[in-house]
């Protein structure tokens, strides 16, 4: 029972690796696909919107990691999912540029929380780290390698904004899920180091 909840934890950070990925890139598809053209302006203008973003992405993840260690692991992972999921849909609604920069400036407010706190739970507790690290690098590698593909079927589907409204519900849900998950159970088994709240 206790290997049947680590190796699902260790799916839920697998996941959570992907999705940190294909949210900071969505916004690159969608520019190109859809938004040059419903608002008139050329891939270059659109760009440097997401610049917030990708800055958040990188300077964040130093508080995010401070407030895990003094805080809860789980709690920001599950923080991440459904913060990052909300921002998401958040900006599905976006009706001009300075909106969808906002919105892609908290997408990656959430998104910096799981490099600095995910990576360190796959390894937490683990004497043999390099195979969690590779097949957890691999998820977040097809994160990137698939953000294209997919946000450009949704686009095709559904319209750029279902576009980051569909994976946005989506990983809310997995929020949800995850904070069921860690309600439910030994949770000493998979956060030694941690006091529970």
């Known amino acids: 029972m206790k290997m049947k909840r680590q190796n699902l934890h260790f799916g839920f950070l697998n996941v959570g690796h992907l ?13 190109a696909l859809a938004l040059a053209t419903d608002w008139h302006m050329s891939y270059a203008n659109l760009i440097p919107y997401a610049m917030p973003g990708f800055v958040a992405f990188g300077i964040c993840a130093i508080p995010a990691g401070w407030i895990a260690d003094k805080w809860h692991r789980h709690g920001m992972i599950c923080i991440f999912f459904i913060g990052i999921g909300i921002a998401s849909t958040a900006t599905s609604f976006a009706n001009s540029p300075l909106q969808i ?9 959430f998104g910096a929380i799981y490099h600095p706190v995910g990576i360190a739970m796959v390894v937490q507790g ?28 949704i ?3 559904f319209g750029w904004r279902a576009a980051f409204l569909v994976p946005g519900v989506i990983s809310v849900a997995i929020g949800f899920s995850y904070v069921i998950f860690t309600r439910v159970g030994d949770l000493e088994s998979l956060y030694p180091n941690e006091i529970s709240s």
Request: with cysteine; net charge neutral.
């Open 19 to 31: 999705l940190d990925h294909l949210f900071m890139l969505i916004f690159a598809t969608v520019a």
């Open 101 to 109: 920069g906002c919105g892609l400036f908290v997408i990656g407010l």
């Open 126 to 153: 683990r004497v043999k780290t390099g195979m969690p690290l590779a097949l957890n690098g691999v998820f977040g590698n097809i994160g990137v390698a698939a953000a294209a593909l997919i946000t450009g079927i």
């Open 155 to 157: 686009i095709d589907t």
